[in-house]
């Protein structure tokens, strides 16, 4: 006979393990069942790894470059071993807290993989089949690399981001595939240590779908410190050698052919949602042609009972909006009936200086037809920028015609840490005025906020207003 619980979520990612807490707040008796490690993806092998690696390779990089320090650079040694043993504590603290939590809060946790038997019940094997019942049932099970048809990792030469962020030894050369987020952290992670990088992305700019104009001055930033960056490059062909693998293909640009080499590759271009299990289990499950599970405003499926959330429906593929999603569809599965939106759903990328943006760029604002008011406001003119040696960043705020805010974008240190003022303005819809007549201490980053703000009215006082 099933166990019966008044909601089950599969996958204990960022969407499905704050899901659960939610549900255990509500005083719901809850089910997560997770089959590989608490924290899925973003806890394990992407976010918070990454984000460890490109801290401690950046105070590695920030001394040897250090203009003021003396001594024997050539002494100062990263130890990539230790390095990598840290990262591994990090993590590992992260999942038993989080495994804690949800203990202390009641949340029931079987790991094992979850087949459904019905719409309504899902068996799983863990010490034997178990079978488990609800009327409410979350689907959380995240997304993992995508293969390319010319590329197949392999775990040792062509690898993923799972294995980037484990290798045992820094390579002397890597090629990545692809300029989104996760190329261009582990790129700026490698760089850092020596290696020679080369990153070929397919598209006319790097970090395709961000406002134009951060994008590129990013794009020199990053090739200023080392990062080769090629655009318009077509891959056709793959081949490993003893050495390394070869990469061709054909430069959109010119029309000319092109070939590279590297001791490992990495494929960071796009995400594969996690759904195949799914839609044998619910044969009438609704998906996209790319795998993506299809929901409503309210992250309903077609199945009656059964809500999606995080990368499994895609859209931004982020941590935060998981986690959001997952609130949200355990508090519908429930009965509150309230609308997910996407607005105000921010991003960042953690090179640095680190980008950081919310709401509409400049180019998609224009294509809807809307007259916007653009405030910028450079980081040359800052004195906390020119203090941390950090200048070549920007603000930019984008407004409509009544002056409410509908984007903004940052290029700065600490750049994802600044811009929560900026997400609160679009997804509240306040003004310029609202923003700049705020008191903000001096001196900091999160002036330039005020700056592009007062700019965009032309009244700014640090930088001329013409």
Known sequence: MADRYEVIIIGAGPGGYVAALRASQLKKKTLLIEEDKV?????????IPTKHLLHLTKVFAEVGNARHLEGPRDRILCD???????????????????????????????????EFTGPDKVSVASQGVREFESPRIVLATGSRAADLPFLKPDGVRIIASREALELPSVPKSLIVIGAGAIGLELATIYRRMGTDVLVLEIL?????????????????ILIKQGVKILTRMRIEE?????????????????????????EKVLAAAGRKPNSEGLCRGLPGLAVSRQGFVEVNSKLETNVPGVYAVGDLIGGKLLAHK???????????????????HYNALPMAVFTDPEFASVGLTE?????????????????????????????????????????????????????????????????????????????????????????????????????LNI
């Open 39 to 47: 924290g899925g993806t973003c806890m394990n092998w992407g976010c």
């Open 80 to 114: 990539w071993a230790k390095v990598q043993e840290e990262r591994a504590k990090v993590v590992d603290k992260l999942v038993k807290g989080t495994e804690f939590l949800l203990q202390k809060n009641g949340v029931v946790l079987i790991k094992g993989r979850a």
């Open 204 to 220: 006319p700019a790097i970090l395709p779908g961000s406002d134009r104009e951060i994008a590129q001055r990013l794009e020199r």
């Open 238 to 262: 793959s081949r490993v050698e003893e050495a390394g693998v070869v990469l061709k293909g054909i430069c959109l640009k010119e029309g000319t052919p092109f070939e590279y080499r590297a």
């Open 322 to 340: 998981a986690s959001h999603e997952g609130i949200l569809a355990v508090e519908n599965a429930f009965g509150a009936a309230r609308d997910m």
């Open 363 to 463: 180019e998609e604002a224009k294509e809807s037809g809307l007259e916007v008011q653009v405030g910028k406001f450079p980081f040359h003119a800052s004195g906390r920028a020119l203090t941390l040696e950090s200048t070549e960043g920007l603000v930019k705020i984008l407004a409509g015609k009544d002056d409410r805010i509908i984007g903004a974008h940052i290029l700065s240190p600490y750049a994802s840490e600044i811009i929560p003022e900026l997400i609160l303005a679009v997804h509240r819809g306040l003004t310029l005025q609202d923003v700049s007549s705020a008191i903000h201490i001096h001196p900091t980053l999160s002036e330039g906020v005020m700056e592009a703000a007062l700019k965009a009215k032309n009244s700014a006082f640090h930088i």
